[in-house]
């Protein structure tokens, strides 16, 4: 395992000092001499965080590194997911090589962990899962990869879908995916019992996306509710979106954040521009697990995005209207530590015995690396340099 000597850095912003690194782990924060044959980095001065982390993303999605998507298609959400599944495969969307490209990209800008949903469907079956689980192995000691099996054409709609599901956790995906019980199966009874059935079955968690709006939302939310009473899933459901959380009505909406803290359900965000999102501010106070995620990037379904979580970081934030230097330094946590209460990493910080999974800002405080979208001169994952300048030690193919 990998020993460093990163000095000249200011942790979290604070004093500066030395992060000493032994066997993959972070063994002090001070001042110390290297160790014979031990590596040596000059931090700079630069700000240390722990690793940035993207806990929503589509891996398999992205064109990026490939020729422009033309797209001039009308913005409905049942027809992107039908373009996709039927043309994916003429556009040259090779799941294995557009996955790595997307997360090199994360890697090279601080990223140390990923949750990936990926498509699942009755055209496919699990060969996109397949193409992510090698970028996975590839990527090992680079970045971590975790996948939520996610069955983006709908369930109940798509017969056969939930065999492929089953398959997809025994063969080891580690989270269990849904989509708009309403709005795209029309049988959220139907789909949310087939779900919380395999998750029990399989042991696994559920990262479900629920882009329902206003009160179809919210009724979603509470059959949801209602089976994680039922099943014992308190802590192991994460809802990807709740778009439902942002709807104007400050009274319903306190009610669902009441439950989702009551059954510690997490929240993923993405600041979505096009749609109503819920406040990170608002779920702060109640003490909700909250991350963020890119979602999809330059892919068939918009043009938008960048594989970086601080992009990310500024696109949530200007979408919550955060603007005070203590706002803007917990939606770095969101980013961060946020992602890693919701994956539950164990290990995850920067402090001694953690994992010395790090990346360095530029930048006088937090607030300012936000909004900057600050340059990130060195990104360590396990001890080991993984990314300098912006630059990650492997290359895209
Ligand atoms: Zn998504």
Redesign the pocket.
């Known amino acids: 395992m990998t020993s460093l000597l990163l000095r000249n850095v200011r942790p979290m912003a604070g004093a500066n000092c030395d992060i000493l690194v032994k066997n993959g782990k972070i063994a002090g924060l001070g001042r110390f001499e290297p160790e014979p044959g031990m590596a040596v980095e000059d931090g700079g001065g630069a700000i240390a965080i722990p690793g940035l982390i993207d806990a929503?993303?589509?891996l398999d999605k992205t064109t990026w590194g490939m020729p422009w998507h033309v797209n001039n298609r009308a913005a409905v959400l049942r027809g992107r997911i039908d373009f996709e599944r039927e043309h994916r495969t003429e556009i040259g969307i090779d799941p294995h090589r557009q996955s790595m490209r997307h997360a090199i990209g994360l890697a090279a800008h601080g990223a140390s962990h990923i949750r990936s949903?990926v498509d699942i469907d009755t055209t496919h079956g699990l060969s996109m899962v397949e193409g992510v689980w090698k970028t996975r192995e590839k990527l090992a000691g680079i970045i971590d990869i975790e996948i939520v099996a996610f069955p983006q054409s709908g369930v109940m709609v798509m017969p056969g879908t939930v065999e492929l599901l089953d398959e997809a956790l025994r063969q080891g995906c580690e989270v269990l995916g849904g989509i708009d019980p309403c709005g795209i199966d029309r049988d959220p009874k139907g789909q949310l019992d087939a779900l919380f059935a395999l998750a029990v079955k399989h042991g696994r968690p559920i990262d479900i996306?629920l882009h329902e709006v206003g009160d179809l939302g919210a009724f979603t939310m509470e059959l949801m509710f209602e089976r994680i009473r039922a099943n014992g899933m308190q802590g192991k459901v994460a809802i990807?979106?709740a778009f439902a959380l942002g709807m104007n009505d400050y009274l319903r909406v306190g009610r669902l954040i009441e439950e989702l803290a009551a059954l510690d359900v997490a929240i993923l965000t993405?600041g979505a521009p096009s749609a109503t999102v819920p406040s990170i501010m608002r779920l702060k106070e109640a003490g909700i697990r909250v991350g963020g995620?890119c979602?999809?990037i330059r892919d068939t379904w918009g043009p938008w995005g960048q594989p970086d979580m601080l992009d990310r970081a500024k696109v949530i934030g200007m979408k919550n209207g955060l603007r005070s230097d203590n706002d803007l330094a917990h939606l770095l946590s969101v980013v961060s530590q946020g992602g890693a209460d919701v994956m539950r990493i164990e290990g995850y910080g920067i402090a001694e015995g953690c994992n010395a999974d790090f990346t360095l800002l530029t930048g006088e405080t937090l607030a300012h690396a936000v909004v900057d979208v600050a340059p990130r001169p060195l990104v360590v994952k396990g001890g080991r340099v993984v990314a300098r300048q912006g630059k990650a030690v492997v290359d895209m193919p």
């Open positions: 929503h993303t589509h949903h996306h990807s979106h993405t995620g979602d999809g």
